[in-house]
C-alpha cells in the first residue's frame, strides 16, 4: 500500500451551515499507521470564491489542522501533495482530494436555456475555427518524463490575449493516438506532465501562465505574484467581467482551451478520432465544455 493521508473533519462535512467553522484535520499514514511527513502542500478552494494554499507538516501526534468557512451555500475542497527534501513532489504518497459542504440544502440551480444561448457558444465556436494562430512556445522537456515518452511544454496564441498554455506528451514510437486532455480543478496551478501509454496526453492549466516550475517556492512565489492582481483569488467573480457573458473569465478560459485542442488535434501522431475530456471541478467545466 502507499503513503496516503487521512482527512477528516469536525462533524459531518455536509452538514456545516454558512460561515460555519469547518475543521479539516490531515494525517499521514502506510499501512494504516500514522508516519511524519515534512513537506505538504495544502490547497483549499470554496465555491465562495475564498482560496489559500500554504506548507504544512504533520508529525505523530502532531496532525496538520486547517480551518475555512463557506459564505455562501456551496463546497469547499481541499488538496494536499507530500513533497521531499528536494522541493519536488513525493510520489511515494497519494495526493488528498478532501472536501465539505454547508448550506447544501440551499444550493440552487438553473434548467431554463438562455434565449441567446446557441448563438454564444456558435459565436465561440466561429471564433476558433477562423483564428489562426501562432506556437509562441514549443520548448521539449526533460524533467518527470519517463523513458519513452517525449514532452513540450506548449503556447498557442489566442484572440483574447492570454495565450493557451499546456504540456503535451506522446509516446516517441512512431504510431496513431488517441487524445486525452486533462483540466486542473478551480485555483492557480499549471500543467504537469502526464505520461499515458499509447496515449497524446495534453494537460492545460486555465489561465495561460506558465508550467514546469518544478520548484514549489518558485512556483509559489510565481503563483501568488499573479494572485495580487484583480484575477488572483477568486478569479471569475469580478463583478466587471461579468456585466456580459462576452468578458467573463470563463469564456476566455473555454477559448484558450479550444484553441490548445485546435493544435492538438493538428498533431501528426494523432489518429484522427479519438478526443477523451478529464477534470474534476472547474475541470469538469472545462471538460464537458470542449466536449460538447
Known amino acids: 500500500m502507499s503513503k496516503y493521508f487521512k482527512c477528516t473533519t469536525n462533524k459531518n462535512p455536509l452538514a456545516y451551515s454558512c460561515g460555519e467553522k469547518i475543521i479539516f ?3 499521514a499514514k502506510e499501512n494504516c499507521l500514522d508516519i ?11 465555491d465562495d470564491g475564498k482560496f489559500s494554499e500554504d506548507l504544512g507538516s504533520c508529525k505523530f501526534g502532531e496532525p496538520l489542522i486547517l ?8 463546497f469547499v475542497h481541499l488538496t494536499c501533495t507530500a513533497f521531499n527534501e528536494n522541493a519536488l513532489p513525493d510520489n511515494s504518497f497519494d495526493v488528498l482530494d478532501a472536501g465539505a459542504g454547508a448550506g447544501i440544502d440551499a444550493i440552487t440551480y438553473c ?4 434565449d441567446d444561448f446557441d448563438d454564444y457558444w456558435n459565436d465561440i465556436e466561429k471564433l476558433v475555427a477562423d483564428f489562426d494562430y501562432k506556437v509562441l512556445l514549443n520548448k521539449p522537456i526533460t524533467d518527470g518524463v519517463k523513458e519513452g515518452f517525449k514532452a ?6 489566442t484572440p483574447e490575449g ?31 506532465v502526464t505520461c499515458m501509454p499509447n496515449t497524446i496526453t495534453a494537460h492545460f492549466n486555465a489561465h495561460g501562465f506558465e508550467n514546469d516550475l518544478s520548484n ?46 485546435k493544435y492538438i488535434k493538428t498533431l501528426p501522431c494523432w489518429d484522427g478520432k479519438n478526443i477523451k475530456v478529464q477534470g474534476g471541478s472547474q475541470g469538469a467545466l472545462q471538460a464537458t465544455t470542449v466536449a460538447a
Open 25 to 27: 484535520t490531515v494525517t
Open 36 to 46: 511524519p511527513c515534512d513537506f505538504i502542500h495544502w490547497k483549499i478552494a470554496g
Open 216 to 261: 514549489i517556492m518558485a512556483r509559489k512565489k510565481y503563483y501568488h505574484d499573479i494572485m495580487k492582481n484583480k484575477n488572483g483569488y477568486g478569479y471569475g467573480f469580478d463583478p466587471e467581467e461579468n456585466a456580459s457573458n462576452k468578458t467573463t473569465y470563463w469564456r476566455n478560459m473555454m477559448i484558450r482551451n479550444l484553441l490548445g485542442l
Open 152 to 157: 513540450f511544454d506548449l503556447r498557442i496564441s
Open 111 to 114: 434548467d431554463t436555456v438562455p
Open 162 to 192: 492570454r495565450p493557451a498554455s499546456g504540456i503535451v506528451t506522446f509516446p516517441e514510437k512512431e504510431g496513431k493516438y488517441p487524445i486525452l486532455m486533462l483540466f486542473n480543478g478551480y485555483g492557480f496551478a499549471g500543467a504537469e
Open 67 to 74: 480551518e475555512t468557512t463557506l459564505d455562501k451555500p456551496g
